[in-house]
């Protein structure tokens, strides 16, 4: 794995531009430019894409999958999965990049209260399971990965310090033990950066994870009750005590808002689940994703049932819409159907309807993250932030009055 810094913000801004560049794997040299999405994933793939389906989305944006070890506890055995020729072959993806971490926020959520000094536990379908470094290291070079962080002990932001101290003691120890399991001695590996609200011990765990043999970091441990003001003191500290030459990675951002107020804290690659959610309830992206020139979609940016980033499908406004989800969007969706007929499948309780809206929302963000790589390389992202969240501040606001 390597990672360049291509661009950063005049001005003194953190907001960055680069190229991560994977070669092996699963097939070859593959160059991803960062900012970048991770897709999130049920059991290796999107929840409602298959194999051919992923193909139909723009490359090479859409290669980045976050795929989650503590899946497959309960799938084949570790050793079926090596044979097949890890998760690359298992899933039929020889070319995307797989990065594998051990919670997300759908199906393997990190449970403080039964972590233990002997692994970290998650609540899955399946109930609660306390995971070893051995065994996730186990799990690690069965799937053969791209690129894996290494175990942590995530914490919410409301406990309290002694706690904080006892998950980046943990965290560290845990990480020392799956570099000492790990056969490429950690070369693939993404250090993990907790400490709950901690600065101090955010600060110390970065600090920390940064004299390890790691080729990059995993800020983990957000989403989990900070506030706003919380989280971008504790981004910002964060990524003061990391190397600028190596990709930063954060957990749980997904709204627009927080991947750009990440994106200005110098963060590379985003894993969110915040496109699942979305299609899940019935919710299309529409925003227009050049937010400075802010063109309005179909003459006018109608938000029944939604607000200026989204609309709510299953709103009886659409049931006679003809129009399509966004004019210029040139997904699959919006090229060959209408809002009427989203709006009935939804209702009707259609797998298709999901699937749909897996497609435009997977393909529209995507494209937001493309115009803020290029508002980054023209000096522009300052303005292309400021705007965003103005524009959204108005729309609000109007909806106040």
Not at 75 to 85: E, R
Not at 274 to 282: E, F, S
């Amino acid at each position: 794995m390597r990672f360049v810094v291509t661009k950063v913000c005049s001005g003194g801004g953190k907001a960055r531009a680069g190229a991560l560049h994977i070669g092996g794997g699963g097939g070859g040299g593959i160059g991803i430019e960062t900012p970048a999405l991770l897709l999130s994933t049920r059991k290796g793939l999107p929840a409602f894409l298959s194999c051919d389906l992923l193909a139909s989305l723009p490359l090479p944006d859409s290669l980045l999958l976050h795929v989650c070890p503590t899946h497959f506890i309960e799938g084949p055995p570790v050793k079926t999965i090596s044979a097949i020729g890890g998760l690359h072959g298992m899933l039929g993806v020889p070319d995307h990049i797989l990065v594998a971490a051990a919670s997300d926020s759908i199906a393997s959520l990190p449970s403080s209260d039964a972590t233990n000094k002997f692994g970290a536990s998650f609540e899955t379908p399946s109930g609660r399971r306390l995971v070893k470094p051995s065994d996730y290291m186990e799990l690690i070079s069965c799937m053969k990965p791209n690129i894996w962080a290494s175990l942590a002990d995530e914490v919410p932001a409301w406990v309290n310090e002694k706690r904080n101290k006892v998950s980046v003691e943990r965290t560290l120890r845990w990480l020392d033990a799956c570099i000492a399991l790990d056969v490429a001695s950690g070369t693939n590996s993404f250090g993990v950066i907790v400490g709950g609200s901690s600065l101090e011990q955010r600060k110390l765990c970065a600090t920390e994870v940064s004299k390890r043999n790691v080729s990059g970091f995993w800020i983990a441990g957000f989403g989990l009750g900070e506030s706003i003001e919380e989280r971008c003191s504790l981004l910002n500290a964060v990524t003061d005590c990391l190397p600028p030459e190596k990709p930063r990675l954060v957990s749980r951002l997904g709204l627009p808002e927080e991947v750009l107020e990440g994106v200005a804290a110098g963060i590379d690659l985003f894993d969110s689940t915040y496109i699942y959610q979305l299609t899940m309830g019935g919710f299309a992206l529409i925003f227009p994703v050049d937010m400075v020139e802010r063109e309005m979609q179909n003459g006018i940016l109608n938000t029944s049932g939604g607000d200026s980033t989204k609309i709510n499908l299953r709103a009886t406004t659409y049931r006679k819409d003809m129009s399509r989800l966004v004019d210029s969007c040139n997904c699959f969706t919006c090229q060959n159907h209408t809002r009427a007929y989203l709006n009935h499948l939804l209702n009707v309780h259609e797998m298709l309807a999901q699937i749909l809206l897996e497609i435009h929302n997977t393909h529209h963000y995507l494209r937001f993250f493309r115009s803020i790589r290029e508002a980054i390389k023209v000096g522009e992202f300052d303005l292309f932030r400021q705007e965003f969240v103005k524009k959204r501040r108005a729309h609000f606001a109007a909806l106040a009055i």
